[in-house]
């Protein structure tokens, strides 16, 4: 609740142009892209600096009012649901690309910058941010940090942790710290950077980052392998890695994921197979052309039915974005579509798709899988409607069942995606009591009152896991 | 202290022949390869697994015991120095590679393997794990990541902290937590790997590490650059970095170095210079040789005076072997040898010799430097007495001048040799009271009765900063 007084307060810091509590303005703001999670703020706030945002946090700390920071909302977890009401502090205002600093291979940017500007602003000069969510286009790259979001080119250059080099973030007693820098290397003290990355905005707010920027890749190529068999897709994955060669990208699609794909983009992807690779490589002319094909090879070896390298950039980026399109188009089938992203190490990944494929069928649910293979990353997708109240009971404990199976496996209940309000309930799965109490310790050391984006990763309580002797 | 009560429920978890309280046994791990630090700890503890370490570590958090956790103690920053006395413990029993996933391309190891025999294991896969610190043939696994070693191959594969992606930890409280796994992507809450890494013992031990490997370079070629002026060789690296070039090894060392390391190794490297950069790629053949006739050609743009490329690969072993030796061969001039690692933004790298050099000649002491200067990660190095005590004082002072020096180019005070009980002091110039604060807050945390390795990266006092006005 916000009383008149600290509303007044608040008014004082931003003004009343950037201060709004209107029904409407709350609605829009009390969900994100992830279905079944909804909660009103009391208001949405915008700063315009991160000294605002400070004074902002400290009148929340003062009054124990909750704090959900958010870019686009485009996250799948409930990560930006303002659960415990509060306020949505928005970075529209902040939306700066500070600078591109070519000698050390930097760029400054504010939370608020939208993923796709910088990639593109930075390719401009010849450099490359690798990070590429699905959503870059919306995205923005204060969201990308506080989800550590992932994307297709994270098998070969990682993910944003390992891009975010140094950070300004506004603590949650509303101290303003500078972590890292243009720096190679900073051990002075615990890595603070790497801890707020990824921390889902329960540990601080990020008000201005530094990223590391590599060469751009002299080319690229794209191609598809296409399968009759899942084992023979996933054997592919795991011997194109034990090969040694490490491509961009390694996504996998299965039938169905493949038949609405195709449906909505059209551009010519098959719909009679049960199961795609779309590989990608990078690089030096010679170096991808010999990867390109060595990779074709394997490929065919382990039973692909055909192996085509695109011909030209515009068919490399069509299969791309059909790629990328993936969510869009399933979500098209029906009213709810809910995408998980339990993870596996790569060698796991044929028993991993299989887990999915039987747990699907014992709970009669629909799910659709693609994802990352390369990573080990899956997607698996269920198309559903929210309304259909002993489905989605179904469709939950479907998702229980996927979880346990990841974790069985040697992997993790998110690989990209955040724990959220989503999986909260699951943390413990994957780290066990001692562990949670680990990070619960840490999320105490820093924000006592539990005002930042609180009712995220730390669950009230922790499902029981069902083990079933089999 | 340790009573005898409390010595029998050691000796009870790793019997007799592991626990030794003998003052000789003390003595030798009373200091480490830092000048300037000593004191006796109770005894030398040698666990045999995880569950003994746990064991141990539960008694100590009990009778409030100090914990240090060594591998070779071969850091430079006091890290593993018994400041306020209690249990060294040792990793000799705990030195296996337990696996080498050549599917998923990770090592399981224990924390008291050796750098270089895992190094060479790997290799001997066709695997490759980049982090190289000079003291990587006697240095530890375990060592390395609480120190977040860095190495000569940094510049192009990053640190020990960017291999490392999953753990078993000991917590203070005893329990024994997993971190990460065999796992590409992991977000499943903070991400407490990367947070372990680089804190020196002072959150909890470390008992296992999964490490990531990546496929071992086709070929590496090494070449060596003469300047006879050191602001051409920093413009030189500047230029590489920016043409989008990114060596593997991008090294500094000045004259001073040259001589001593020269007449050490020698191997005909030459002395009448004023500075040699020491220049490697690696990768597929025809990118490594386009790289190197690139880099050479900058390299006299910017007025080298000669650029030599390796004929054999014996001659380029014989360079990094110089290179890898330069702290060994300094030691040898005088008694003490007190190396430091100031980084800055490799932009600001000509500046920072300068700034060294002037640092040096104001206080009459006499300073070495070298270094990684692709990282802007240099070590100007004194050649002292520590039985001087005017001189001592000097060399102090100007090394508190060249830590100032290098935060005010945006730099930091430790860019791979840790914080330790050496710039411990000097910790809040980089981080201010308000970062320092927030690591505290995590340390007391994790650690409420300070008995991991205590004495470390916090200070009793910081050092006052004299700021003279210019």
Chains 1, 2 share one sequence.
């Not at 070519?102 to 990070?131: C, H, M, R, W």
């Not at 303003?176 to 921390?199: E, F, P, Q, R």
Request: charged residues 25%.
């Amino acid at each position: 609740m916000i009383t008149k007084p600290v509303k007044q307060l608040l008014l004082s810091i931003v003004g009343p142009e950037n201060y709004d509590d209107s029904k409407v303005e709350c609605l829009v703001y009390s969900y994100d892209a992830t279905p079944g999670y909804q909660a009103m703020p009391d208001a949405v706030i915008k700063p315009g600096c991160t000294a605002e945002v400070s004074d902002i946090v400290k009148v929340c700390s003062e009054y124990k009012i909750p704090i959900v920071p958010r870019g686009s909302g485009t996250n799948l977890s409930g990560g930006t649901c303002p659960m415990e009401g509060g306020l949505v502090l928005l970075f529209n205002r902040m939306n700066s690309l500070l600078e591109i600093d070519e000698e050390n291979l930097t760029a400054t940017v504010q939370p608020g910058l939208i993923t796709l500007d910088l990639i593109s602003a930075v390719e401009a000069k010849g450099l490359f941010y690798p990070p590429d969510p699905s959503s870059m286009k919306i995205s923005t790259i204060g969201g990308n940090i506080n989800e550590n979001s992932g994307g297709l080119r994270g098998l070969k250059y990682g993910v944003t942790r390992d891009y975010v080099i140094g950070l300004e973030v506004v603590l949650p007693n509303g101290d303003i710290i500078h972590t890292g820098g243009k720096l190679a290397k900073d051990v002075a003290g615990y890595d603070l950077t790497k801890l707020m990355v990824g921390s889902e905005g329960t540990l601080g707010i990020v008000t201005e980052a530094i990223l590391k920027l590599i060469p751009t890749p002299e080319t690229t190529k794209t191609m598809l392998a296409l399968y009759q068999d899942l084992d023979a897709a996933a054997q592919s994955v795991a011997k194109i890695i034990s090969n040694k060669i490490i491509p961009v990208t390694l996504e996998f699609l299965d039938r169905p994921t493949l038949v609405v794909v195709e449906d909505f983009a059209k551009i010519g992807l098959p719909t009679d197979v049960e199961a795609v690779l779309l590989i990608e490589q990078d690089g030096p002319l010679e170096v991808v052309e010999r990867d390109m094909k060595r990779m074709a090879d394997i490929c065919l070896e382990e039973k692909a039915v055909s192996v085509e390298i695109a011909e030209t950039e515009a068919d490399a980026a069509a299969l791309k974005t059909a790629r990328r399109t993936a969510l869009s188009a399933l979500a098209r089938l029906k009213p709810t579509t809910i995408l998980e992203d339990a993870t596996v190490p790569r060698s796991e990944i044929a028993k991993m798709v299989r887990a999915i494929n039987e747990i699907a069928s014992k709970h009669d649910v629909n799910i659709c899988t693609f994802g990352h293979a390369g990573d080990g990353n899956l997607h698996p997708t269920c198309i559903t409607d929210a309304r259909d109240h002993d489905e989605m009971e179904r469709v939950e404990l479907a998702f229980a069942d996927i979880f346990a199976a990841a974790i069985d496996l040697g992997g993790t209940i998110t690989g990209e995606h955040g724990v959220g309000a989503m999986k909260a309930p699951y943390l413990e799965w994957k780290l066990k009591k001692e562990g949670v109490a680990a990070m619960t310790a840490i999320k105490q050391a820093f924000d006592p009152n539990n005002i930042m984006n609180p009712g995220k990763i730390f669950a009230k309580e922790s499902r029981k896991r069902v083990v079933v002797s089999s």
